[in-house]
């Protein structure tokens, strides 16, 4: 007998007493009619030589595998691991196989690693990576060949993102931060705030500038403004949340603006780094600096004092943009949800 890893597919045929073609038929699902004695023939000669489809050659033949590729900005970041965690589950469903791959935060990695998974030939693509203002020319260029390829590609992207909207095929799934971080800023005014700090993330970041604008704007609609000293970029981390809080509270001290009485974080993970460094402070965080933040994170449910955020279903989110590529999914957006918790309480 063959070893395993030596075995082909004329291994299988000559076992079974078919012709070359037949057992191709038999053992990819071909819709060319195989006699079912046949079929069971090859099937058992399979079984009993251990062979094991060459899935790159199958995808050469038929175009594509039965893989999804799921392109994420940073698995290690909470809110990419929970849309991770949704998409493999409506993956697995639809009977695809997912490969994962991390831009590690750099979106200047998302065309080149674009151009390895349309080595993979994936049947499906989702985009849930965090994209620059004014990018966007060599990642279109990537997922048009995607599609052209024959791959189904779904994007989460946000308000004011058109890197890869406009590229034919591609079925935007649009996380509505803009007026979801309006929202917030409305109810915050509502519980009695009226000073207000931002920790804007990386400016450049789409989805970060997005929730500041979104935020300013609701300040607005109230007659509230944020100083632009009071806007203070850091990065899109818990680091970058306990960074940005602590130079605003190192400028009051210094005798510089009044600390605010409330801090808006674009994302959870930052908040809590400004929870961290209010309370490193002396500070009681929602007592003397109310702290909020955006996605309401489920891994983040027991930070003390509970945030207020605005909650994404990211798990849904992620099954959301798997049915897009595969064109099962009509609704294209996602709205969020303001929820009020202890860390802004007066």
Do not use: W
């Amino acid at each position: 007998m063959p070893e395993r890893s030596n075995v082909t597919l004329a291994d299988v045929a000559a076992r079974a007493g078919v012709s070359l073609a037949t057992a191709s038929r038999a053992l990819n699902g071909s819709t060319r009619k195989v006699r079912q004695e046949s079929v069971e023939r090859v099937h058992e000669a399979a079984q009993a030589l251990r062979y094991t489809a060459n899935v790159q050659a199958q995808a050469v033949a038929r175009g594509t595998t039965t893989t999804l590729a799921l392109v994420v900005g940073d698995i290690a970041d909470p809110y990419f691991a929970a849309i991770a965690a949704g998409a493999i589950r409506a993956a697995d469903e639809a009977g695809l196989v997912v490969t994962i791959t991390s831009t590690g935060g750099d979106p200047a990695r998302e065309a080149t690693l674009l151009g390895v998974v349309a080595g993979l030939r994936p049947r499906a693509v989702v985009l849930a990576v965090s994209r620059r203002l004014g990018a966007g020319g060599e990642v279109a260029a990537a997922v048009a060949g995607l599609v052209a390829a024959g791959a189904g590609v779904s994007a989460l992207v946000s308000d004011l993102d058109g890197a890869v909207t406009g590229v034919e095929g591609v079925q935007p799934l649009v996380i509505r931060n803009l007026s979801g971080a309006a929202a917030l800023a409305g109810a915050l005014v509502e519980q009695g705030h009226e000073s207000f700090a931002v920790l804007a993330g990386d400016p450049e970041l789409v989805t970060a500038r997005a929730r500041v604008d979104g935020f300013v704007a609701g300040l607005a609609a109230h007659g509230l403004r944020v100083p632009d000293r009071a806007i203070v970029p850091s990065e899109f981390s818990r680091d970058g949340g306990y960074r940005a809080m602590s130079a605003l509270l190192d400028a009051a001290a210094d005798g510089g603006p009044v600390l605010p009485r409330c801090v808006f974080a674009v994302t959870d993970l930052m908040a809590v780094g400004a929870v961290a460094a209010i309370r490193e402070r002396g500070l009681v965080p929602g007592v003397d600096v109310g702290v909020a933040g955006f996605d309401d994170v489920q891994m983040l449910a027991d930070v003390v004092p509970a945030l207020s955020t605005v909650r994404l279903p990211l798990e849904d989110i992620g099954a959301r943009a798997v049915r897009r590529a595969l064109g099962v999914e009509v609704d294209g957006a996602v709205d969020g949800e303001v929820v009020l918790r202890a860390s802004t309480a007066r």
